[in-house]
């Protein structure tokens, strides 16, 4: 966009004796002279700590900012999907100028909330509207909400087109604390809960302050919405699970999580339905704490099911058993400690990030890219997503690992796997397109006797829950099991034969075969470690 859409205007007032400095930001759309369409059927513009949203519902050509009619959107059933978004620095009042340029609307509704609500009547107002009014056809009418700093805001329409043409945000910084900053606190606990926030259907879904949750037993189900529930007098849209499939939380960054709390009912009239897992414990309908009773019919009274973690977890999976349930949750946060890799004499070690972070240039993080009949291919990530097993490597030590606060790279391709609870071979899985069952052998890493490498796992062995894993399936016609796969991909270049076996006590060649000295060029493991002949 080559022209400014907003002017900015900081006005201030000191009182002397107190020290106080009131300060009004304003934006004011009147200013911009000429008309900006804001894009096609979905857009995103960020400007002045201001961002303005469009999505799934947007009509292109018939969302604009211009000084007749403000931020615009021409409205339909989905027109709650535009706002703007806001997140102060500090505490104060937000006040929203809007109306509509039908001059008999008298029924849309702009609202100020924490989150984005469709609603065309005061009762089914959520509990995160903060204040709202009807439209007086294109006579100007106000709201205020007052907001905390460091959280995000949204004004937005409720049911229906029409325009905002002006904000405020006025806030005392004697009252309103000190703008935030790099080194800015966290609090300690917090609680959130966490429902229906109108998205869009999709398999994984953001939340405001950043946790996820994602159907993670079937990647091709979405998550979506079901009736709404009141959970202690609030009204919530409720999240309706895809039946029977693990679903994984993610907490927000800098959090983990130790106690949730699902208010839900069954979606169907009859039937058993209850939580059989939840953070990698099973259970049945017993230890869950019975089988639900709020049925469709009825959803004024939500069955309530708590599950406390013995220790805080950085994400948690949760699935149900029996008839489909839909359900709010509430989540109880701590901040998270610092995180950190411990590599043992072997300089090998699997790892799964618990958020998204960075592996620093004094290790390196790889992934099973590949798996072939006598060794794996290792390929090295650096800023790796949260829930993604790899294999790190380095000197002997403990690594503190930097959170990322945002995208990670894309990680794809990788062969490691990780459960919340035991894993045990041979796995056994029927084809869905043959329908034949199939034999897949477990291989974990260790370092052993033919140096650091998958080691298939025997048969009744449990990996411990969070360990990586690789899982590789036996071929119908031979009854040859492989013992070791030895890693290759991301090798150490060694030019000189001579010294490799002169200082070197233990080597073995890629098919796993001690040898006394190095004759030949190609990939060697040497003391444990991958090196690779000229």
Known sequence: ????????????????????????????????????????????????????????????????????????????????????????????????????????????????????????????????????????????????????????????????????MKLEYTYDSESGGEEPGPDT???????TTYYWNNFSAANAIMFADKATIQITGNLTKDVSNGSDIKVSGKKYRSIKLSNGAQNTYNAPFGYKATKVVFYSYVNADNGSAYWKEVNGVDYDENTSGGVMECFKSDVSNPDCRTFEFETPVAYFTYTNAGKQLCYVMIVDLVKAEDISVSISSAEYTTFITPTAVTFPETIKAYIVSEVGEESVVLSQVTNVPANTPVIVNGSEGTYSLAAIEGNADVVSGNQLLYSNKEVSGPIEEKDKDSDKVKKYNIYALANMTEGVGFYRVADGINVPARKAYLKILVPEETTLVKGFLALEGEVTAINNVEAASAHTSTIYNVAGQKVQNIKASGLYIVNGKKVFVK
């Open 185 to 191: 606190p966290v609090d300690e606990t917090k609680t």
């Open 1 to 164: 966009m080559k022209k400014k859409i907003f002017t900015l205007f900081a006005m201030m007032c000191c009182v002397v004796g107190l020290q106080a400095e009131t300060v009004t930001k304003t934006w004011d759309f009147s200013e911009y002279a000429e008309q900006v369409d804001l894009g096609g059927t979905t857009y995103t513009l960020t400007y002045d700590e201001l961002t303005l949203v469009g999505n799934s519902g947007a009509q292109a050509g018939k969302e604009y900012v211009s000084a007749a009619a403000g931020f615009h959107c021409n409205g339909n059933s989905s027109s709650s999907r535009r706002y703007i978004q806001y997140t102060p620095q500090y505490n104060g009042t937000w006040t929203v100028t809007y109306r509509s340029n039908n001059a008999s609307a008298t029924d849309r509704i702009t609202a100020i909330g924490t989150s984005v609500v469709n609603f065309s009547k005061e009762e089914d107002a959520t509990s995160d509207v903060l204040a709202w009014g009807f439209t007086e056809g294109s006579t100007n009418k106000s709201i205020s909400a007052q907001l905390e700093k460091g959280k995000t805001y949204y004004a937005y329409f409720a049911n229906g087109g029409q325009s905002i």
